[in-house]
């Protein structure tokens, strides 16, 4: 029987320097993990980066960082070698790469349409053939794509419209990498609370997105908290790998489909 336990596994985050990406690092190195490869976009973000790496090495794990704009399939490819090359062997692939654009369709630039789906259609599907590359047996790999998935909403065409490819890739990679004990799935937080949501929102709509979930009451400022969605991801990436092809909406009763 396979070991789906996070003890001793080796993780891969594409975006682990900060937001949820950096809380899942620190989350799986307190678990167990062996090591963790924490990617990050740009000289901006490193001194995040290196702050999750820190914290990572603090839980007992290695942490190895790596730049890279993630929007060609060499670079996808390039972060897996570098990554494989660094801990060994990958057992575990997250990928929380996104960008997000809030505008009507009739503003929307091609050049804007273009850098969207590269971001959240293109690197994702790379990040996906280059884990079934790469990633050992019995391996687990996830993707964080959006709530709006479930949503009858305007002004998020190119946003929601770039992530929803990604429910394709993953039951596509589910059925493909299943013989090997990979299992694949994609998790839709609802909007969180985080500066990825405020970068794009006026209070009006903070103020509504902070009603709108059925559990809002319950929440810190009526969003989506990164804590809450870790352990799901935890559970995904390790004794929920039963849980395949599947895409996980996760938002507190914010929009469900």
Avoid: C
Avoid at 111 to 119: G, I, K, L, N, Q
Wanted: net charge negative; no cysteine.
């Amino acid at each position: 029987m396979a070991d789906h336990s996070l003890k001793g596994k080796t993780i891969l985050i594409a975006g682990g320097g900060k937001n949820l990406g950096g809380l899942i690092a620190r989350d799986l190195a307190a678990q167990g993990a062996r090591a963790v490869a924490i990617h990050y976009n740009s000289p901006a973000s490193e001194a995040e980066a290196a702050a999750t790496a820190a914290a990572v090495e603090a839980a007992g794990a290695k942490a190895v960082t790596i730049q890279a704009d993630l929007t060609t399939a060499d670079a996808v490819a390039t972060l897996f070698t570098e990554a494989k090359a660094a801990m060994g062997a990958i057992d575990i692939a997250i990928n929380t790469v996104g960008k997000v654009l809030k505008k009507p369709i009739a503003e929307i630039s091609e050049a804007e349409y273009d850098d969207m789906f590269a971001v959240n259609a293109k690197s994702a599907f790379f990040f996906i053939k280059e884990a079934g590359l790469h990633l050992a047996d019995n391996g687990k790999l996830l993707t964080l794509v959006t709530s709006l998935l479930g949503a009858f909403t305007p002004f998020y065409a190119s946003y929601a419209g770039a992530k929803a490819p990604v429910e394709h890739f993953t039951r596509a990679a589910a059925k493909e990498f299943g013989a090997r004990g990979i299992s694949v799935t994609a998790v839709g937080p609802g909007p969180m609370d985080t500066p990825f949501f405020y970068g794009q929102e006026g209070p009006e709509a903070v103020a509504y997105h902070s009603t709108a979930a059925a559990l809002s009451p319950f929440s810190k400022k009526g969003l989506t908290d990164i804590e809450d969605i870790v352990p799901l991801i935890r559970f995904l990436v390790s004794d929920g790998w039963w849980i395949t092809g599947q895409t996980i909406l996760a938002n507190g009763g914010y929009t469900t489909k």
